[in-house]
C-alpha cells in the first residue's frame, strides 16, 4: 500500500519532471506560429488559405482541461503500480538545444513545402523500388520524409510540439492494456513486437516497466532504427529490424502483444488491413493488439473540427480516410474481438485480443 509520503513524493516527483516539459515545448508551439507569421510578412506572399471546418473546434481551455486529465491519469497509472515513475529521457541540455535548433531551421523548408504542396521530394531513383510506394513522401512536409538522420534526430521535437509536451504520456496509456495482457505471468517468457517503432521512444517505457521482457521493434526507415538504437542502447533484450508491418519478420502465433503507436493514420486503407491481417497472424490465441493513434470522428465530438482541419495544414495523405475507418470490422474478419477504446487527449488506444 503506497503511504501518503511516498504518495506526496511521487507526485511532486512527476509535476517536476512533466511541467517543465510541457512549458518547454508549448513555447516552441508559439514560437513557431511566430516564425511562420515572419516568413509570410517577409516574403509579402498571399497567404495559403487558412484550414476550415464546419464541425467543432475546441478552444484553448477545454485543450489544457483535457491535457491536465491525461496527466492525472498517467499519474495515477503511477500511483497503482501499472507503470514506475516515468523517464522520458529527452537528453541533456545541449541535446534539447540540438533538437530545436534543427526543429526550427527546418521551419521554412516545412512553410515552403506547405504553400506549393511539395511532398513528394523524398521519391528518388535511389529509394523509388527500396520502400513502398506510399512510404515516399515528406510526411508534415518535413525535410527528408522519414529517411534521413535529421529527421530521426527532429522527430520528437516535432511530435512534442504538435502535441503541446504530452506525447509521451499519450503513448503511455498504451502500456495500460499490456499490463492486464501480462498480470500474473513471467515477462522473460513472454514477446512483444511493436510496428512502426520510430526513434524507440514507446519501447523505452515498456522496458521501464518490464526490463526483461525481450521485445521486437520494427519500422520502414533505417534512419529512425539507428536513433532507436542510440535511445534504447542501455535496455537488454531488445531488437530492431527494417521491416513493414504487412510483412511481420516473425513466425505465426509467436507474440504475446503486437503494438502500434502513431502508425496507423499514415497508412493506405488497404495498407492497414494488410497490416491488421498480419498482427491477428503472428499473435498468439489470446495475445493482444494495441493501436495507439489519433482520435476518430465521433470519439470527442468537441474535436472534430481539429481532426477535420489536421491534415490541411500537414501533409497527411491517409489521415482523412482514417478518420471514419471501421477498425472493429476489420480486426473481426482478422479473428481480433474488440475489447475497448480508450481516449487519450487526441489520440486513444484500440485494444483488440485474438479469440482463435
Known sequence: MTTPVASLATRLAYGASQLPRVAWYVGHGYAMRYIAGEVRRREGEAARPRARTDKPVPDRSRLYADMARLFQRDLENVEAGIYPLPADRDGSLPVLLRRSQIFFEDLPEVHRRRNTNGHSEVLTEEVRNKRPRYYLQNFHFQTGGWLTEDSAERYDTQVEVLFYGTANAIRRQALVPLHEAFAGRDQRTLRLLDIGTGTGRFLDFVKQAWPRL???????????????????RRRSRVALAVAAGESLPVASGSQDAV?????????????????????????KPGGRLVILDSLQYGDEPDYDGLLEMFPQNFHEPYYSSYLDEDFRSIAHACGLAHVRDEPAFVSKSMVFDKTM
Open 259 to 283: 503494438t502500434s503507436i502513431f502508425t496507423f493514420h499514415e497508412l493506405p486503407p488497404e495498407v492497414r488491413r494488410h497490416v491488421i491481417r498480419e498482427c491477428a497472424r503472428v499473435l
Open 214 to 232: 525481450p521485445v521486437l521493434g520494427v519500422d520502414l526507415s533505417e534512419a529512425y532504427l539507428r536513433e532507436a538504437r542510440r535511445h534504447l
